[in-house]
């Protein structure tokens, strides 16, 4: 089974603060994303990677940044915590397009619910 | 950008009832994807139907494209409480070139009444 993990299920973080959100998967997967979810507002993209170092941003890029050092892992960096980043925060991960077998489906972490203070 | 619209937004039904949840969306695709989403959880993958069909079955799910119309409905039948959770339609379109992108709807909260 592909298993896709973050890091805290639950953080509490004060404004200003850096945060740090990690995923890790297991399954090999070449693309790996980030999502916030908010009520009314649905799934958000704020940024995706398609292979290790690389990165392309979302729909909603402002605030964030992301590093993917490894293939296998991806963390969201929030560099000045603010409260409008209160959210629940997801991360997924896929096969490239470009195996046979692959449509893109995503497999997803089971969030990340940070509160700013 | 939210290319997905779902509809109802909502939807409340007895256990033994089935649920119907519908999706459109604007751009040509090569497949559509539901999710599930139970209540503070990542979401999980049910169905995928890809552009060049028309229905698919997996259980008690029954997945319908029209892409003439730009739009799928998703429908479960004979629902049980467990089936209470957000449902969420996805679009992928080019496979080889988007890195992947999934174009997610706002997704229709189904709860069922036991």
């Known amino acids: 089974d592909v298993k896709v993990t973050q890091s805290s299920r639950y953080l509490v973080k004060r404004t200003g603060e850096k945060v740090f959100l990690e995923c890790v998967q297991d399954?090999?997967?070449?693309?790996m994303f980030w999502y916030r979810q908010d009520p009314g507002l649905g799934l958000r993209l704020i940024y995706f990677?398609?292979?290790?170092?690389?990165?392309e941003k979302g729909d909603i890029p402002e605030g964030y940044s992301v590093s993917r050092e490894k293939k296998e892992r991806f963390s969201l960096i929030l560099e000045s915590a603010s409260t409008n980043q209160t959210s629940m925060y997801l991360c997924?991960?896929?096969?490239?397009?470009?195996?046979?077998?692959?449509?893109?489906?995503?497999?997803f972490g089971p969030g990340t619910r940070l509160t700013v203070l | 950008s939210q290319q997905g619209e779902e509809d109802p937004q909502a939807l409340s039904i007895q256990e033994g009832e089935n649920a119907t949840m519908n999706c459109s969306y604007k751009?040509?695709?090569?497949?559509l994807q539901w999710y599930r989403q139970n209540s503070g959880r990542g979401l999980v993958h049910l169905i995928l139907?890809?552009?060049?069909?028309r229905e698919k079955h997996s259980g008690r799910l029954r997945v319908t494209l029209d892409t003439s119309k730009k739009s799928s409905s998703l429908l479960i039948t004979a629902s049980r409480a467990a089936d209470t959770a957000s449902y969420f339609c996805?679009?992928?379109?080019?496979?080889?070139?988007?890195?992947?992108?999934?174009?997610f709807g706002q997704g229709t909260e189904l709860s069922v009444k036991p």
């Open positions: 990677s398609y292979d290790v170092k690389m990165k």
């Open positions: 139907i890809r552009s060049n069909e």
């Open positions: 996805a679009t992928a379109g080019d496979l080889y070139n988007q890195g992947g992108k999934l174009i």
């Open positions: 399954m090999d997967h070449e693309n």
């Open positions: 751009t040509s695709i090569n497949n």
């Open positions: 997924a991960s896929s096969f490239s397009g470009r195996r046979s077998y692959s449509y893109n489906e995503q497999f």
